[in-house]
């Protein structure tokens, strides 16, 4: 693996099969620095279904993992859990199920409730567990093929209203209402990791990390650039 500097934080390039171990890397390094519990929040998309295809066959997830985590999602779809496009209900059926969290360690939005309800109930339920001064210990991040991330898309309202709050409901033209952390949030959030895998992203990728700042969400990355790091493949790095 190697490791390059950016405005937006520092690059991981490898194989897959690294970059996930790096991820679990993660896990394991957020669990002994951060007491009994630690939040961390997943990302939606293809790129995690094959982390967690991985992370199952691999049995990659530790005892002190496991007893310590307790997981959400960085952004969600305003679907059921059990729906496909769901992405806790996702992560739950393919990883933290099959890995045996118990259910008191899961955190997913209250999604069968309208998006504003749901955002200020996740906002509510979140600072009497966890308190207000923190979002996640660790935030997992994609990137789209538009530059977006979590569901702060372009033109979003979340890259101009600055509520203070850490997480909130956004419709998105075209794709619905998504629950999403918000810029504030991740400002929050102790360490962020994106992964961005396969040669479709390669162009992008490029068009982010090389080009004028301020055109994509994804830039956004660059406030708390310290504390963010990018596992990218081979693939997306061509």
């Not at 999604?111 to 955002?119: C, G, I, L, R, T």
Request: glycine share 10%; hydrophobic share 40%.
């Amino acid at each position: 693996m190697r490791h390059e500097n950016t405005p937006y934080g520092r690059l991981c390039i490898g194989s897959l099969p690294e970059l996930y171990t790096r991820l679990v890397d993660h896990f394991e390094t957020t669990a002994g620095s951060s007491g009994d519990a630690f939040t961390v929040g997943l990302t939606g998309g293809s790129t995690p279904k094959a982390f967690y295809e991985w992370a199952v066959a691999s049995k990659a997830l530790s005892d002190v993992v496991r007893r310590h985590a307790v997981w959400s999602v960085s952004d969600e779809r305003m679907v059921p859990l059990s729906d496909s496009e769901s992405n806790f209900g996702t992560a739950d059926r393919q990883w933290l199920t099959p890995m045996g969290v118990a259910p008191e360690r899961k955190f997913p939005w209250p999604v069968m409730v309208d998006p504003h309800s749901a955002a200020a109930a996740f906002q509510m339920r979140w600072q009497e567990r966890f308190g207000s001064e923190r979002a996640f210990d660790l935030c997992l991040l994609g990137m789209g093929d538009d530059g977006h991330t979590a569901s702060i898309f372009p033109g979003s309202p979340l890259l101009i209203v600055d509520s203070g709050d850490y997480f909130a409901p956004v419709d998105v033209p075209g794709k619905g209402w998504r629950l999403s952390i918000t810029p504030d949030g991740l400002a929050a959030c102790g360490k962020i990791v994106v992964m961005v895998t396969g040669a479709a992203k390669a162009e992008r990728l490029k068009a982010v990390l090389e080009g004028p700042e301020g055109v994509y969400p994804v830039q956004l990355l660059s406030r708390f650039s310290e504390k963010v790091e990018w596992l990218v493949d081979e693939l997306a790095m061509a």
